[in-house]
């Protein structure tokens, strides 16, 4: 199924490329998952009227629609800044001593309990159950990179080098 564009202009030059990631799918309902990914990977989250205009151009219920995107844990359905930064808080790197890069995190980062992305939207904490780099623990991944064996300081040090790069 397609979406006829002629009948909503505006959210055809609004969605324009929302329209392409459909298109490279041929537009499958069965391909929700690579199609709804794609998105994430445009806009670095699931914007509600994206998934609501996902739905419609596959002719699909937005329940449907909302349905994947909260069931798998991939998905996210609020912005995350330019470097997610995952900590991992797994049976090893709990014991040596992820809290702690968690806490240093969020104090260099400024982040208010509750918050995960900084004002700014350079930087979302997030910690996940295991990044199944239990040799390198405590680990920590920012975007694709994996980094091991982490103190306080090291964990710093990253952080203060991205923002070098982003001239901070």
Known sequence: ???NTSEAPHSARQ???VLQILASFGNEEAKLVPILQAVQEEYR???EEVMTFVATALGVPPARVYGVATFYGHFALEPKGKYVVRVCDGTACHVKGSQNLVDTLRGILKLPEGKKTTPDMLFTL???SC???CGLAPAVV???DVHGLMTPESTAA???GIRREEGL
Do not use: D, Q, R, W
Request: proline letters at 5%.
């Open 158 to 160: 990253l952080i203060e």
């Open 131 to 133: 990044l199944g780099a």
């Open 45 to 47: 989250y699931l914007p």
């Open 15 to 17: 969605f324009a490329k």
């Open 1 to 3: 199924m397609s979406i």
């Open 142 to 144: 920012i975007n694709e």
């Open 126 to 128: 997030e910690t996940v």
